[in-house]
């Protein structure tokens, strides 16, 4: 009798120390769990952020004034517009028969 109490006491302890250990684990992947979500909000936060960013500097009028400014371009006109001509070469003469 004294050696199934004994048994049943160290199985009692045992599941008792897995069942704190289960909880521990738990309780650890949980944290480890909010502390990647909360991450992943940061993450998308930002990249928002970034994306907002790029299509404020893609602009057609922040590209127009960077072309002007510095690559010192200028518009288009008909005053300064050059049209160049292609001269097709002229064909061959046929080779006597």
Known sequence: ???LNLVLLLA???SAFYLVHTQYESRRLYAALDK???QSRKLDAEHEQLQVQKRA???PA???QLATRQLQMRP???GITQYVTVFEPAAPAEVAK
């Open 1 to 3: 009798m004294i050696r």
């Open 76 to 78: 288009v006109t008909p």
């Open 62 to 64: 922040r590209v127009q």
């Open 12 to 14: 009692v302890v045992a």
């Open 36 to 38: 990647a979500q909360a």
């Open 57 to 59: 500097q893609a602009t």
